[in-house]
């Protein structure tokens, strides 16, 4: 198992949070399988383990992780052990509950953004929630800008490497823009020799996914906008506004570098109310 964690990270270079998550699903299978090994499992092992995860209380989702790391294990035994077959193939999880991420208004991300910054360390905030709200970009992928890479000001452009080492370029506001060359000057008088990070902390090194978390809640928090706000958040609502704006699916797909679409659709769900407005105020048949 080990073995199949050191080569998802070498060869196929998934993420941390990725063989986190795929650990954890292993951890699960040895519990669930009690000393058999993984080469005698058949499928209605594997359905029995699903019952019980179900039965201790995890929901869809979870499952459906640990599901995925079975069959990802597996497919590795059976390419590089000779083990004869995939017990995890076609073995589905319990449904969840649908549900849909929440989104600020356009009125509650100008809210978090419009106020101008009062010191040093505000100034980089709203630099890095405005490239965050205006490119749509993941909170890793914000947190591992450099300096001298991927930030083009004069193009008005920023290319990140997403999740499987994907690199997809996107437009920056201008919004963004101008916060950018505001906060420039001054990462210079806070970043240490030789960091190479476009975000640092007031002690000069790289500002981490967890400390762009904190600042944003504590900002919400502070201008009362009355919900948690994470950076997922600022990533959902660009992209709910920018559809609801646009119509474009396949341009916001890309934008997001979702690589299939069926991640990007759940955003068509977010405007129905929006959407039905505009059928009653546009349709020739809705109007009263």
Same mark, same amino acid.
């Given at each position: 198992?080990?073995?199949?964690?050191?080569?998802?990270?070498?060869q196929? &270079?998934?993420?941390?949070l990725?063989?986190?998550?795929?650990r954890?699903?292993?951890?699960?299978?040895?519990?669930?399988?009690?000393?058999r090994?993984?080469?005698?499992?058949?499928?209605a092992?594997?359905?029995?383990f699903?019952? +019980?995860?179900?039965?201790?209380?995890?929901?869809?989702?979870?499952i459906?992780?640990?599901?995925?790391?079975?069959?990802?294990?597996?497919?590795?035994?059976?390419?590089?052990?000779?083990?004869?077959?995939?017990?995890?193939?076609?073995?589905?999880?319990?449904?969840?509950? !649908?549900?849909?991420? +929440?989104?600020?208004?356009?009125?509650?991300?100008?809210?978090?953004?419009?106020?101008?910054?009062q010191?040093?360390?505000?100034?980089?905030?709203?630099?890095?929630?405005?490239?965050?709200?205006?490119s749509?970009l993941?909170?890793?992928e914000?947190?591992?800008?450099?300096?001298?890479?991927?930030?083009?000001?004069a193009?008005?452009?920023?290319?990140?490497?997403?999740?499987?080492?994907?690199? &997809?370029?996107?437009?920056?506001?201008?919004?963004?823009?101008?916060?950018?060359?505001?906060?420039?000057?001054?990462?210079?008088?806070?970043?240490?020799?030789?960091?190479?990070?476009?975000?640092v902390?007031?002690?000069g090194?790289?500002?981490?996914?967890?400390?762009?978390?904190?600042?944003?809640?504590?900002?919400?928090?502070a201008?009362?906008?009355g919900?948690?706000?994470?950076?997922?958040m600022?990533?959902?609502?660009?992209?709910?506004?920018?559809?609801? !704006?646009?119509?474009?699916?396949?341009?916001?797909?890309?934008?997001?570098?979702?690589?299939?679409?069926? !991640?990007?659709?759940?955003?068509?769900?977010?405007?129905?109310?929006?959407?039905?407005?505009?059928?009653?105020?546009?349709?020739?048949?809705?109007?009263?």
């Amino acid at each position: 198992m080990q073995a199949w964690l050191d080569w998802l990270a070498t060869q196929r &270079r998934v993420s941390p949070l990725t063989l986190t998550a795929y650990r954890a699903g292993l951890q699960a299978l040895l519990r669930l399988a009690e000393a058999r090994p993984p080469e005698e499992l058949q499928p209605a092992d594997i359905r029995r383990f699903v019952a +019980r995860l179900h039965g201790e209380g995890q929901q869809g989702r979870s499952i459906a992780r640990h599901l995925s790391a079975w069959r990802g294990f597996y497919r590795w035994l059976v390419r590089e052990h000779g083990v004869r077959v995939n017990p995890a193939l076609g073995i589905r999880p319990p449904k969840s509950p !649908s549900t849909l991420p +929440r989104v600020l208004s356009p009125e509650q991300a100008n809210a978090l953004l419009d106020p101008e910054p009062q010191n040093l360390l505000e100034t980089r905030d709203i630099a890095m929630f405005e490239l965050f709200y205006s490119s749509g970009l993941r909170v890793a992928e914000l947190a591992g800008l450099d300096i001298d890479a991927g930030l083009d000001l004069a193009e008005g452009l920023v290319t990140v490497t997403g999740k499987r080492q994907r690199q &997809r370029t996107v437009p920056v506001g201008g919004k963004a823009i101008e916060a950018l060359r505001h906060w420039l000057p001054l990462r210079a008088s806070l970043a240490t020799a030789g960091e190479q990070a476009l975000f640092v902390t007031r002690d000069g090194h790289r500002l981490s996914t967890r400390g762009i978390a904190s600042r944003l809640s504590t900002r919400a928090q502070a201008l009362g906008l009355g919900v948690h706000v994470h950076p997922h958040m600022l990533r959902h609502s660009f992209a709910s506004h920018l559809l609801q !704006s646009s119509g474009d699916l396949r341009a916001v797909q890309e934008l997001l570098g979702h690589a299939s679409i069926r !991640s990007t659709q759940i955003y068509t769900h977010l405007d129905f109310q929006h959407l039905a407005a505009v059928y009653d105020a546009a349709h020739p048949r809705a109007r009263k």
